[in-house]
Structures are given as C-alpha cells and as structure tokens.
C-alpha cells in the first residue's frame, strides 16, 4: 500500500476554499528505506546478520550476504495504510547494553523520525532483535 497525504498550496485560492489542492504519495518501500537509515542514529542498534534454518551465516559478505554490523542498515519493512504506517525492522544490539532499552529508544525514535520526515503516523514498530555485537568499542555518551 502506499500513502496519500493532502497538501495545500500556500496560494490565496487554496486558503480561501480550504480545498486541498493536490497530494503527495509515499510508497512503503521509501518508508521502508527511511525507517532502516533511523535505526543507525539509535546508539547500539544496527543492521543484523541474515539467517538461514535459524542458524546465523557469519563472515559471508562476500557472498552478498548481510553481516551483523553497528554500521550497516537493518533489513526494514513498512506497511503504509493512508496516513498510518506500521513498520518492521530486524536488527542488532551491541552486548552488554540492555535490549529492552535500546528497543523502547529505537520504537520512540522511529515513531518520531518517521513522523517527521513523512508526516506520517507510526501506529505499531515491531522489533525483531535476532544478533549482539560483541566486537565493538562502545560509543561515548552525550551529556
């Protein structure tokens, strides 16, 4: 599905009649897309290695395959429905840090990211965490 969202033009006509004067479409692969580049600004999530019969497949970039990386983009998927989206997104988080705190950061901030970029709602981010990092330095803190 993709989304329609109403514009106005800033034109006196458009001011006067409150009648909206075009739309703006935003297919859920851009939401999709948009939602994978937000979980690389939450500190300790990033993208995660792909699965295959439940087992991971490390050092197989080579091969095309995502690897578990704080740096790379997560896989990401959006179901857009109006001017609500619901977002999927699997990922990974650097060890020792708390799991339920990076997912409760990652839901607020996507919610707000993707509000802000889109316009659009965000009614429900699902989280799959299917990786830890272990072999990062942490990032320092921000006061």
Do not use: C, F, Y
């Amino acid at each position: 599905m993709t989304s329609a969202l109403v514009t106005h033009d800033s034109g006196a006509s458009a001011a006067a009649t409150d009648e909206p004067s075009g739309t703006i479409t935003i297919s859920d692969a851009v939401v999709a897309k948009l939602a994978s580049r937000a979980v690389l600004e939450v500190p300790d999530a990033g993208g995660a290695v792909r699965r295959v019969l439940g087992r991971a497949v490390p050092g197989a970039g080579h091969l095309g395959i995502r690897e578990t990386s704080l740096a790379t983009a997560p896989k990401a998927s959006a179901d857009v429905d109006g001017s609500v989206a619901h977002v999927e997104v699997t990922i990974s988080v650097r060890w020792p840090v708390s799991i339920r705190q990076v997912t409760e950061q990652l839901r607020d901030h996507l919610r707000e990211r993707l509000h802000a970029l889109t316009g659009l709602t965000v009614a429900e981010v699902r989280i799959t965490v299917n990786d830890l990092v272990t072999n990062v330095a942490p990032t320092g803190r921000v006061r």
